[in-house]
């Protein structure tokens, strides 16, 4: 008895742990940084036009990227064809490359010395240019659209073929059947899909600051950069920070009322249905097509361009890629640590304690890392040189960042194994250290692994708080490579570039397949 009181009173302390570091994550950096501004600064008109920016071009970039990922979800749920699981594994590459490879590799295709211009010019047409708005929405769509087709059609896959069977037995048409069973289905994965990447483009800040800039091309995250970066003024930066908190806070009340599409890959190896797969056959392929080489376009050119420049590269990118890779590991290890600590602490509870708790972690992305990573300095540099610790706030704030992930993972898998066999447990009056070691851990070993994979590349690639605090000395693979975009190396740029893709994609591989284990030969 006395040894149940004292689980449970750990388990409070440890998840009211967690929650209050996401609480001042979220509220008392910001706090720290308007104190020590010396309260909020007013706003230009700059800045009112940069929140105006802000909200336009998240909403355009997540309607697009919803609005093509359906036909594209859809085509890939009834076709099938050599590499279609393949393609379905790239869908996911984007949402894990480091945004500033992704840039480069939209400006080594859509730019102005890109792929497409000189077939253009060939043909005596002008150039393209993606700098500005188009560029932030281009960039936007390139990363989401993936993501949000990987949720469409893990709600595809859900479907019971037996539903497609009757309706066709029914003699329904494609409308009916739309409205039957598919609509439903959509109705159910869209708003979660759109709430997410709308989200994620309103914090954006890697994009903006490589393809945006300029008067109508300043994101609010921009802003708070250049108010940190070049002005200093902490007032208008905690303004702009309290502003960008309150926009995304109410998205994350609405995620939080709008139920978030599950994180993961179950079912989206196998066809959802074959019906009308015919018929549609021809439009399909135009659709998966287009996806596929607005996906590997990209990708390619970066790779062609790169390898060749591998071996020539200085020493000083191998001793970043070391330390980029310590920073990825330190918030690996934070996140997981954090996220399935809190996920079972709060196993136990209700379902609405459950769903507050993953609300609370959406705050995470409403704040800035900027000012997050601000405030963490300004509460440690009476103590110490915030120089020295940059590696671990870096670290820190990575891994809080890559938090509400983490725990759309986890608190679902946690969820369902207590579901399940807690009455097991309860009726073989198992112990705690076997009921954790038997039946919960081995179970969590596959989220648990996909999870570090996805925060290992995530924070691999970041480019937020170490573009703002990083000295001279300090370098990270990201942070060379932006300062080789402006000098406009490309050649070298893009050979970086390959080694962070390579070291992304190997970290976030090598946690994942830990995780499946045994499972897959």
Known sequence: ????????????????????????????????VALRGHGFGPLLPTDLSAIRFTLWQALVSAFLSVSVAIPVA???????????????????????????????????????????SELLLFFGFGRLSIYGASGVILAHVFFNLPL?????LQGWSGVPAERFRLTDSLGANSWSRFLLIEWPMLRGVLPGAFVLIFLLCLTSFTVALAVGGGPKGTTIELAIYQAFRFEFNLGKAASLA??????????????????LPKVGDIGLDRLAHQFGARK????????????????ILPLSAILFRGLGGILSLPGQVFSASITSLLIALISTGVCIFLALGLS?????????TQKIVEGISVLGLSTSPLVVGTGLFLMIFPFVNPASLAIPVTAFVNAMMAMPFALRVLIPAVRDIYNEYLHLRLSLNMGRGIWLMRIVFPRLRRPVGF????????????????????????????????R????????????VSVVLVAQSLFLFWIFDRGGRGHTES
């Open 451 to 482: 999870s570090a994979g996805l925060v290992a590349a995530l924070s691999m690639g970041d480019f937020g708080v170490i573009a703002l605090f990083a000295s001279p000395d300090l370098q990270t693979l990201p942070l060379i490579l932006y």
């Open 74 to 116: 859809r085509a890939l749920s009834r076709q099938s064809f050599f590499g279609r699981r393949a393609l379905i594994t790239l869908l996911g590459a984007p949402f894990i490359l480091p945004v500033l490879v992704g840039v480069l590799g939209l400006l080594s295709v859509f730019g102005r010395s890109g792929w497409i």
């Open 280 to 295: 549609h056959r021809r439009l399909d392929i135009i659709w998966i097509s287009g996806a596929a080489g607005f996906l």
């Open 484 to 495: 080789l975009m402006g000098s406009y190396q490309m050649d070298q740029a893009a050979a």
């Open 1 to 32: 008895m006395a040894g149940s009181v004292i689980a449970i009173s750990l388990r409070l302390i440890f998840g009211g742990a967690v929650i209050t570091a996401l609480l001042t994550f979220s509220f008392g950096t910001a706090a720290v």
């Open 344 to 352: 079972l602490s709060i196993a136990y509870s209700r379902l609405n």
């Open 242 to 259: 309290t502003i960008q908190f309150g926009l995304c806070g109410i998205v994350a009340l609405l995620a939080f009322l709008v139920p």
């Open 148 to 152: 949000a087709t990987r949720f469409i």
